[in-house]
């Protein structure tokens, strides 16, 4: 998508991998547009942040925040919520599993959501689900910036410390500086993509009511103008959802980075928790006017919130019912997709690991809408496949698209057996022919015995006819592959460069 779709210059930042590589191959993952989705609900969003109990409350020796600012937050996370339901990986990141906060050297390392975790349940929040951490992670991020710079997105560096390099200078709502950012692919990333659209920022929202104004102080930048310590700074002010972003990742790695965790000065608060339930709720229920069958059933002007068509497409069907099922198709052998699709390049561990994928991977992966809500990479003609297979689906079933999402296709790993043994098998994601489904709101199903959700139902038919493999032979529920009769026609058509 959109993050590496304008050539960079090379940084002068060298990114170097977990495994001590250069990070010079990289493949995109899925990542989903909820752009569209969120707009719709924007005015909402701000209506909800703007009669909340957070809005008025007096932070400790900050004061009332500029309305701007909780509006600006309340939107931020309507998008990162969003993104969580649609297997973003920006989203994902920010809502991992914990990690350990420790302190190494005198220096606290780690992940700001373990060093809060007694604050966080003392206002009745935990941290057991991914939407759990994303809306914990929003709460303290809430707390952060009333801290950090009251609230002012345009603040520049704090005029009492000494950094005034352009890498060590600090800017923006969280006074961050290029120094966190520069070691970091993964921020590196949400920076170069603000880099190419400073017009999602979302800064016409965080300055509503801003006080005092922006002023030719906030507005200078330190360092050598050409370097990308002064870009980030002068980016910061004007983008708040960057930081918003970078902060959140930052967070649940490098706790340490910021003065007000480590002393957990940052407030976190539960009016700050009702907000967020009250934007996923808003998000959970946009309005899909006259979008499909169901909605059109209940007449003009009706609408169906997209929580009500997850559960429709959530209900378990028999698989009795659909026999038969992988009828003339096995599932493809790791022999022949290595002889026809090449070897990743090994070790793999059972986290992705997409700079590993064949050489032959490389050359034909491509990134493409499926549906609104969003994208998968793969190779080429296992991604026309899907695309044809989810047209299909799309015609039948119109609110489907409103609904399906991804936990993945692309990603170069091990399988993950779901009984606990050691993994000595490379999965078919690591090609980018098989793909994962679920629906928004609901986890991907796995095993679900006997039966099987509506939307996994439907697909099954239209997989098998499209020469794809249902993981239901090997009770993997949301997985579809192509199987070893289809990938060898690829072969003997030629469709592979
Ligand atoms: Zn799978």
């Known amino acids: 998508m959109a993050r590496k779709q304008t050539p960079k210059p090379p940084s002068k930042t060298s990114v170097v991998n977990l495994d001590g590589q250069d990070h010079r191959f990289e493949l995109l993952a899925p990542l989903s547009d909820a752009a569209p989705l969120v707009a719709d609900v924007t005015p909402q969003v701000i209506t909800a942040a703007k009669v909340s109990a957070i809005a008025r409350y007096d932070w400790k020796n900050r004061g009332v925040a500029c309305i701007g600012y909780t509006e600006g937050m309340a939107v931020a996370y309507a998008s990162a919520y969003a993104r969580l339901q649609a297997h973003d990986p920006v989203a994902d990141r920010m809502a991992r599993a914990l990690e350990p906060a420790f302190h190494s050297h005198g220096h606290l390392k780690g992940d700001a959501l373990s060093w809060y975790s007694d604050q966080l349940r003392a206002i009745g929040m935990g941290t057991a689900t991914a939407v759990e951490r994303l809306r914990a992670l929003f709460v303290l991020l809430l707390g952060l910036g009333m801290r950090e710079s009251s609230g002012r997105c345009c603040e520049g560096r704090d005029r009492s410390a000494n950094n005034r390099a352009a890498n060590t200078a600090e800017a923006g709502l969280f006074q961050m500086s290029f120094d966190l950012v520069a070691p970091r692919a993964e921020l590196l990333d949400v920076f170069h993509h603000y880099q190419d ?54 967070l649940r790695e490098e706790a340490g980075h910021w003065g007000p965790i480590i002393n957990r000065a940052a407030e976190v608060r539960s009016a700050s928790k009702e907000l967020m339930l009250a934007v996923e709720r808003i998000v959970d229920a946009p309005a899909i006017a006259a979008a499909g069958p169901a909605a059109r059933a209940l007449g003009a002007g009706a609408t169906v919130s997209r929580a009500d068509l997850a559960r429709r497409f959530s209900a378990p069907v028999r698989l009795a019912t659909l026999l038969p099922i992988n009828n003339g198709l096995s599932s493809a052998k790791e022999e022949t997709m290595i002889s026809l699709l090449g070897s990743p390049h090994m070790p793999l ?20 809408r499926m549906s609104p809500l969003f994208r998968l990479t793969g190779i080429k003609p296992a991604i026309d496949d899907v695309k044809a297979v989810l047209a299909k689906a799309f015609a039948k079933e119109p609110d489907l698209a409103n609904v399906l999402s991804t936990e993945g296709m692309l990603s170069v790993r091990m399988r993950k057996p779901t009984n606990g043994s050691v993994s000595t098998h490379i999965s078919n994601h690591a090609w980018g022919t098989a793909v994962d489904f679920k629906v928004v709101g609901f986890d991907a199903p796995a095993n679900t015995g006997g039966s099987v959700p509506a939307f996994i139902a439907l697909l099954i038919p239209l997989f098998n006819k499209a020469g794809w493999y249902s993981g239901v032979g090997f009770r993997d529920t949301m997985h579809f592959e192509v199987s070893e009769e289809r990938v060898r026609e690829w072969a003997k058509k030629k469709v592979l460069k």
Not at 349 to 368: C, F, H, W, Y
């Open 349 to 368: 561990t059972t986290v992705g690991q997409n700079e590993r994928a064949s050489d032959l991977v490389k050359r034909n992966v491509v990134l493409e």
């Open 197 to 250: 659209h400073p017009g999602e920022g979302l800064r016409e929202i965080f300055e509503v009511d801003m006080r005092p104004r922006e002023n030719d102080r906030d507005r200078e930048n330190f360092g050598d103008p050409a370097s990308p310590g002064f870009a980030f700074q002068k980016l910061s002010k004007e983008c708040p959802a960057m930081v918003v972003e970078i902060a959140a990742l930052g």
